[in-house]
């Protein structure tokens, strides 16, 4: 059972997990690990899976799927009809006014739906991935001379489940550069797998780049892949200026996380996701929704 805060209602909230058994069955029963570690961590499953939800025999998924998730087909730019495929569900666009961006230089958004983590003050070779198991920042990303700025910064982890908005976005105006790919694994990033597999984040399948924000100094942006993303799309064009709010790309089907770093003294999140990330609660947040001030 997942418990995560709710900001607007400030009460926690069960999550409902799709493939939750089978998450369980997976990662706690020896035959399921076993079967992880030989088959299901391997791209060649989630390649495999992945294929199937770009097919037009996988549309059949999308209505039961709306159900059981409660997902506010409302605020979609397309109708259930429009999609040609789950994956084309999966990675669908919302109307303009469904994700408010606020202007404001000082404020600082979401990139993305999901449940959030922020830790501030990090030691970048303890991050946290959940308590008692860390990683560090330079295995994250294959750069120890880049993670050396970061020390005593902010760290927000935003982990995106199946059933959230799968687009991603940039935080600020500013200038993203190159893109960069780690090979790796297709763990889950549900927190049953996060509880078990030491270091997933640096374990798994991931793409890292800088964004050279106006109002926020320079921003680490890593997006890590997960059982069943077999791709991770990059939409934005590297060397060129973007817009707050502006898309930076998106995860075809499964859960995923994007993992966002600043430097020390460029930004103060909000309390009330600090102090919920310090009870081990992760905080329910939207796309745009601000979480923080530029310090």
């Not at 739906?113 to 070779?125: C, M, P, Q, T, V």
């Amino acid at each position: 059972m997942i418990r995560v805060y709710n900001r607007q209602t400030q009460n926690y909230e069960i999550e409902k997990v799709a493939g939750e058994n089978y998450i369980k069955w997976s990662y706690e029963s020896p035959v399921g690990k076993g079967l992880t570690e030989l088959l299901v961590k391997k791209k060649l499953f989630s390649k495999i899976y992945g294929s199937y939800c770009d097919t037009s025999f996988s549309k059949k998924k999308i209505p039961s799927f709306i159900k059981d998730f409660d997902i506010d087909m409302n605020i979609s730019s397309n109708t259930i009809d429009d999609f040609n495929s789950f994956n084309d569900f999966f990675v669908r666009t919302l109307k303009e006014d469904s994700r408010p961006i606020l202007k404001d230089n000082n404020l600082l958004i979401s990139p993305g739906d999901g449940r959030l983590f922020a830790y501030e003050n990090i030691n970048i070779n303890n991050l946290v991935q959940v308590k008692g198991i860390h990683y560090s920042l330079s295995e994250l990303i294959g750069d120890t001379s880049v993670a050396m700025e970061y020390e005593g910064g902010v760290c927000l982890v935003l982990r995106l489940c199946p059933t959230d908005y799968h687009r991603f976005h940039f935080v600020d105006n500013g200038l993203p550069l190159q893109n960069n790919f780690i090979n790796g694994n297709y763990y889950s990033v549900n927190p049953i797998a996060l509880e078990r597999i030491p270091k997933l984040y640096c374990q798994n399948k991931r793409e890292w780049s800088i964004f050279k924000s106006d109002n926020f100094g320079d921003i680490i942006h890593v997006e890590v892949g997960a059982t069943c993303v077999g791709t991770i799309i990059q939409t934005y064009t590297p060397n060129k200026k973007v817009s707050k709010g502006e898309e930076k790309g998106y995860f075809k089907f499964g859960g995923s996380t994007t993992i966002l770093l600043f430097k020390k003294d460029t930004i103060k999140i909000h309390e009330d996701i600090l102090h919920q990330t310090d009870l081990g609660f992760e905080s329910k947040v939207l796309m745009g929704e601000v979480i923080g001030t530029k310090s």
